[in-house]
């Protein structure tokens, strides 16, 4: 009876370990895009290379007074977040929007011929006028492009529509992508802040703080499934023989 009870146990085990954190190989960056005035990536002050910190910098006609990020690697889900981000826009001689990219590769899991990628965005702002939208993307490549070459599940938007001044959350739909290792992950906060809202350096109105996730969870395998039944089902009969002894 211990050994059924022990062979049970051993094969749920197996069939669920992808909760356990797998190790971590995530390379994390960040860049700022505008229109007229290209691409810049500030300098990271974090040393941990799955984590990204710039310090207070402008760009173009904006300025970014945080912006942060962070990759994580799990066995069942892996995430790619930009988790601060507080823009001001200080000039008005350009009218095009600020493109925020966190770019994370080298994920080794989770792993599968099907994944699942969903995407998300919240915030808030003190000003009535601006707009954003997040999109992310999945490259079973490992591709760091930008413009990203990878799979889409669309963009998220919020907007004065939403009440603002106040804050801001959306979903994109879920999207079925197909695997590969290793992989990666990029999200794009697009900011578009007219040139009324714009402030002088240090001035604390108009400011917009979204943040962006994406997502990619593991879809079972048949296979996991029956091992995962086939343990229940030992550990059950153990269980009931245990009992009838008693």
């Known amino acids: 009876m211990k050994k059924v009870f022990g062979v049970g146990l051993m094969a749920a085990a197996l069939a669920i370990v992808g ?6 190989a995530v390379s994390v960056t960040m860049m700022v895009c505008q229109t007229g005035f290209g691409c810049t990536t500030p300098a990271d002050v974090d040393p941990a290379a799955s984590s990204y910190i710039a310090t207070t910098f402008s760009f173009g006609d904006y300025r970014i007074t945080n912006m942060t990020g962070v990759g994580t690697e799990g066995l069942s889900a892996s995430t790619g977040n ?42 808030s702002a003190t000003g009535s006028l601006g ?10 490549t490992n591709s ?15 907007g004065s529509v939403a009440g603002f001044p106040g804050s801001c ?19 794009r906060v ?41 343990g229940l089902l030992g550990l059950a009969a153990g269980l009931r023989r245990r009992v009838a002894k008693r």
Not at 170 to 186: D, Q, Y
């Open 82 to 123: 930009q988790t601060t981000l507080s823009v001001q826009r200080i000039g008005t001689v350009n009218t095009n929007p600020l493109e925020v990219y966190l770019i994370a590769s080298g994920y080794s899991s989770p792993t599968g011929t099907s994944l699942v990628l969903d995407s998300s965005t919240g915030g």
């Open 19 to 24: 909760v356990a954190k797998a190790e971590a």
């Open 169 to 187: 959350a959306g979903n994109a739909a879920s999207l079925t992508v197909v695997g590969g290792t290793p992989f990666s992950l990029i999200g």
């Open 190 to 230: 697009t900011l578009n802040i007219p040139t009324s809202e714009a402030v002088a350096v240090g001035s604390s109105t108009n400011q917009y703080n979204p943040n962006g996730s994406i997502t990619v969870t593991a879809v079972p395998e048949p296979g996991t499934m029956v091992l995962l039944g086939t």
């Open 144 to 158: 760091t492009t930008i413009p990203p070459t990878g799979v889409s599940n669309g963009s998220v938007n919020c």
């Open 131 to 140: 707009t954003w939208s997040y999109q992310a993307w999945f490259s079973n």
